[in-house]
């Protein structure tokens, strides 16, 4: 072997040793970041911290092993965990596990039929009140550490020097991740943050809250467990409705998550696939004593700010959390939570859209309306909700906006015939305008609506073209349709028996497909 072809090879075996080296710390930051967000979330649900940290161990894993995007991370999350509550609370956890089995047949159900496609229906600017109220809400949920049990028993915020101690470290830890970059990548960021915060606590012995204060995290590796619940309707009845809203959230979130990550990395990911993976999931974990989960835009955000691109970055992430409630449960339990909240707090600052401030005033008065709007949703109520809205309300604007685009240009041909020339869309929303623009009493008794401009969107449009046909039929007219496809002369049952349809051309429709079967599978 030449020198050249060593060298090469030695590059190319540097380069793979630098890569799983960067995926694996990156593995290691997200799993210390898993730990109190799981029991923060089991805790929400009602349920005990090993619920929530098995959850987060499998739904990472199986995703992680067979979804659609790279280096997202999924695990527990506080969208679901604000719907299990009340099925806790009432029939019990039992019932939470096969509600989470059922919950991932319905997303495996949902990439078999390939329905993660419609998630490019969301629009930008729902995507941007998503990004900017899931940070909000992160940062949020982080001002909980800044509390602790009071002599009544009640939750109280921290004064004086616990809470002076408490904000310097989230600063140093803060601090640590924004400069270390500038002086070496070779560590994530994060981690060297959680470490150099972990050993300046532990070493000066600071009376500060750590992870074991929110629970113990020492465990066994889940065993399998079918749900001991009755097999029966009435069971069915129950967990139905939870199964639905958490497969509903839980593939919102999923999917928002993969385009977010998809777009930071330049990179494709398939929607399809990763329903399939959460719906996998999800049933594996039910029957695992987990709470389910989905994608977690915080932690995925970690990962990929770490430099974690490949599945490793993932795997590894829940191999290291199972390791740290099998065997680390000691040292994981001594880590501070400042240093873990200052690593959250510099998620929010990235996650958050900033650039949504400098284009407020340039972008159209209803985009912003429902940038904002879905923000505000999403804080006060939860993701699942805030993207119906957001997609409803720009649904509507470019309804109302479309339906003031149809006009009509009128002339006289050499044989006396009025030409009505359309153009913009005929649907529910312009049909008023549509019927406006011709006035059949007075027309002569040969008119055109040629609508080779025009297309005709729904059944609303087809009925304003059959009722206008019958009007010019009672006033003794002849009515003739130009370049109407053939889809809808189809459904114009009525008006094809009262008026001449005239087809010049013949365009055909295609239906929404596949962008790409390479990431739609």
């Known amino acids: 072997m030449d020198v050249k072809t060593t060298t090469v090879k030695s590059g190319l075996e540097m380069s793979v040793f630098a890569r799983t080296k960067t995926e694996l710390l990156s593995g290691l930051t997200v799993a210390l970041a898993l730990v109190p967000e799981a029991v923060a979330f089991a805790f929400v649900a009602g349920v005990h911290p090993l619920v929530g940290l098995y959850a ?25 965990a604000v719907v299990m509550v009340s099925l806790v609370a009432s029939h019990g956890v039992e019932y939470l596990f096969a509600a989470v089995v059922l919950m991932g047949i319905f997303q495996i159900l949902s990439g078999i039929f390939r329905l993660g496609k419609f998630i490019r229906m969301v629009p930008h600017p729902v995507m941007l009140g998503f990004v900017n109220g899931l940070a909000i809400v992160i940062f949020l949920a982080q001002l909980g550490q800044f509390k602790v049990m009071g002599e009544g028993g009640s939750l109280e915020w921290l004064s004086g ?9 989230v600063a140093l830890t803060m601090a640590i991740i924004y400069f270390m970059p500038k002086l070496t990548k070779a560590i994530p960021a994060p981690l060297m943050g959680i470490g150099v915060v972990s050993f300046l606590v532990i070493g000066l012995n600071l009376e500060v809250q750590t992870v074991g204060d929110l629970a113990s995290i020492a465990g066994g590796f889940p065993e399998f467990h079918i749900p001991t619940v009755p097999l029966t309707m009435e069971t069915l009845w129950i967990i139905l409705p939870y199964s639905l809203i958490l497969a509903a959230i839980g593939l919102i979130e999923s999917l928002l998550t993969l385009n977010l ?13 990763e329903c399939v993976a959460q719906g996998v999931a999800n049933t594996v974990t039910g029957f695992f004593g987990g709470m389910g989960g989905c994608a977690m835009i915080g932690q995925s955000m970690i990962n990929v700010t770490s430099g974690g691109r490949q599945r490793l970055s993932g795997i590894s992430a829940a191999l290291f959390l199972l390791c740290f409630i099998l065997f680390a449960s000691p040292l994981i339990e001594q880590i501070p939570l400042a240093a873990l909240v200052g ?104 008119v055109v609506i040629d609508f080779k401009n025009s297309r005709v969107v729904d059944h609303s449009g087809l009925q304003a073209i059959d009722s206008l046909a019958e009007k010019y039929t009672n006033a003794g007219k002849t009515l003739h349709l130009r370049h109407l496809s053939r889809d809808c002369q189809a459904l114009l049952h009525k008006a094809r028996k009262l008026v001449e349809i005239s087809v010049l051309e013949d365009p055909e429709y295609g239906v929404a497909t596949d962008y790409d079967k390479n990431y739609e599978s």
């Open 343 to 446: 690593v959250m707090f510099m998620v929010v600052i990235g996650t958050f859209a900033w650039s949504s401030f400098r284009i407020i005033n340039k972008i159209p008065l209803s985009d912003a309306f429902v940038l904002v709007l879905v923000s505000v949703v999403t804080v006060i109520s939860d993701l699942a909700v805030a993207v119906v809205v957001g997609v409803i309300v720009s649904a509507l604007v470019y309804a109302w906006q479309s339906a003031k685009k149809i006009h009509a240009r009128s002339s006289i041909d050499d044989k006396g015939s009025k030409i009505y020339e359309l153009e913009g869309p005929l649907f529910f929303g312009s049909v008023t305008s549509f019927q406006e623009l011709f006035d059949y009493r007075n027309d002569p008794d040969d």
């Open 161 to 169: 020097t616990p809470l002076y101690l408490m904000l310097g470290l």
């Open 261 to 273: 990550v998809s777009e930071i990395t330049e990179t494709h990911g398939g929607a399809s696939k």
């Open 56 to 80: 987060a161990f499998l739904v990472g894993l199986i995703t992680a092993l067979i979804g659609g995007r790279p280096g997202m991370i999924s695990g527990a999350t506080g969208a679901l």
